[in-house]
């Protein structure tokens, strides 16, 4: 199994209105069948789908959805990119759960809940740059 | 906000015995600081950090990041490493929740969970090519 994810699906109650939110925060949707939402990312897709409908493809209760806790990071080139990313996402209704505020490690960062509740994490990282095209791995890319 | 993720981060009870179920998996860690584990995918990383400190560093509590609904999905070229992989899950102590088997649209899929209840899909989907790297995109790429 290759180190990769290829999907992030995010379950949702009611999928257009979640997309709304996705479209608020400046991204394009790509051509997808009604009832699926999807934004390209780099190298794999976001999809939206109905809760309901996931929990019988995957053949498990709705609540048992929620059981995996688990988080979507997003990290910025520059420090203020972080305040404004969590106030953008709270214009688009997203619930602020920390505001902008620098780490013990370093760096930078906060965290919002999309109207269903998936956290993302907005975080400025001083020692893992990210390459040209917005890629990002742990140890990070070399300055261009 | 671009259109991306940089850190997938799942949250542990236990991050060395999860560590272990993803190593076994085959997948290689990239070093980390203690009590972090990290494996590089295309262009972002999956962190597996513990639960409470997950919690705490967002400023929730712990029951509130299982709310938001998610899978990670993993495509693969040909059909039969579906059930492969289902498989390896399985013998590094996933729970299938659905063997592998034919979708509707045309392509073919199962999923596990893995030893926190994180869910992963496996597909293979004829209709979007990965490229050379593993990338992916929703609508695919051009055969090589």
């Known amino acids: 199994m290759q180190q990769r994810t290829s999907l992030i699906t995010?379950?949702?109650?009611?999928?257009?209105?979640?997309?709304?939110?996705?479209d608020a925060l400046g991204w394009?949707?790509?051509?997808?069948?009604?009832?699926?939402?999807a934004y390209d990312l780099?190298?794999?897709?976001?999809?939206?789908?109905?809760l309901d409908k996931l929990a019988e493809d995957i053949g498990v209760p709705v609540a048992e959805l929620g059981h995996g806790a688990s988080t979507l990071g997003h990290n910025v080139r520059q420090k203020p990119e972080v305040a404004e990313i969590l106030t953008r996402?709270?214009?688009?209704?997203?619930?602020l759960l920390k505001?902008?505020?620098?780490?013990?490690?370093?760096?930078?960062?906060?965290?919002?809940?999309d109207p269903e509740?998936?956290?993302?994490?907005?975080?400025?990282?001083?020692?893992?740059?990210?390459?040209?095209?917005g890629a990002f791995?742990?140890?990070g890319y070399e300055a261009e």
């Not at 995010?10 to 996705?22: E, I, K, W």
């Not at 394009?28 to 939402?37: C, D, F, L, N, Y």
């Open 10 to 22: 995010l379950g949702a109650r009611d999928v257009p209105a979640l997309a709304l939110f996705y």
């Open 28 to 37: 394009a949707r790509t051509p997808s069948p009604e009832g699926v939402v």
């Open 42 to 50: 780099i190298g794999q897709t976001l999809g939206l789908y109905p």
């Open 89 to 95: 996402a709270q214009e688009a209704g997203a619930r």
């Open 99 to 113: 505001p902008a505020q620098d780490v013990f490690w370093g760096g930078h960062h906060g965290y919002f809940a």
């Open 117 to 133: 509740g998936h956290i993302w994490e907005i975080a400025y990282n001083p020692f893992s740059p990210l390459r040209a095209d």
């Open 137 to 139: 791995r742990w140890l």
